[in-house]
């Protein structure tokens, strides 16, 4: 057990989770086995990671480079505590407080909203920090 546990503690983690920045967006697709596909708008850049089994995840960088949003789809739910980096505990202690255990999800904290629903073989998500969206990016933009 205690091996396991260092060989945790020293593997290499993503960091281009919320919050984080884009510069590691690499790191996430080679996790992932993806291929990468990068498309920059005016407002923000949205990096789209698709995995061999059809999951998608698309990563929301603004022009300061801080990934802002997260956004998935697949068969499974992608590893939400690398999504969501720093700000998965949050969510976590949201969802432990939950009074239902049922789909769809929403946890709206002050400076973290995460939705997810779905049903078996097709879940979806969306995950932003209100206080880092770039000017004239609204909510409705992450999907």
Same mark, same amino acid.
């Given at each position: 057990?205690?091996?396991?546990?260092?060989?945790?503690?020293?593997?290499?983690?993503?960091?281009?989770? #919320?919050? =984080?920045?884009?510069?590691t967006?690499?790191? &996430?697709?080679?996790?992932?086995?993806? +291929?990468? !596909?990068?498309? $920059? @708008?005016?407002?923000?850049?949205?990096?789209?990671?698709?995995?061999?089994?059809?999951?998608?995840?698309?990563?929301?960088?603004?022009?300061?480079?801080?990934?802002?949003?997260?956004?998935?789809?697949?068969?499974?739910?992608?590893?939400l505590?690398? #999504?969501? =980096?720093?700000?998965?505990?949050?969510?976590? &202690?949201?969802?432990?407080?939950?009074? +239902?255990? !049922?789909?769809? $999800? @929403?946890?709206?904290?002050?400076?973290?909203?995460?939705?997810?629903g779905?049903?078996?073989?097709?879940?979806?998500?969306?995950?932003?920090?209100?206080?880092?969206?770039?000017?004239?990016?609204?909510?409705?933009?992450?999907?």
């Open positions: 057990m205690g091996v396991a546990l260092l060989a945790f503690c020293i593997a290499p983690r993503a960091t281009a989770a #919320l919050g =984080g920045t884009e510069a967006v690499q790191v &996430d697709q080679t996790r992932m086995h993806a +291929t990468l !596909r990068t498309t $920059v @708008t005016p407002r923000f850049t949205v990096h789209e990671l698709e995995s061999p089994a059809r999951a998608t995840v698309r990563e929301y960088a603004a022009p300061s480079g801080i990934v802002f949003g997260v956004a998935w789809q697949g068969r499974a739910h992608p590893d505590r690398q #999504l969501l =980096g720093p700000y998965f505990p949050q969510y976590a &202690d949201a969802l432990a407080k939950r009074r +239902t255990r !049922r789909s769809p $999800v @929403t946890v709206t904290l002050p400076g973290l909203v995460v939705r997810v779905g049903h078996m073989r097709a879940f979806t998500g969306k995950a932003w920090l209100p206080a880092e969206l770039p000017a004239g990016v609204v909510p409705g933009d992450i999907r």
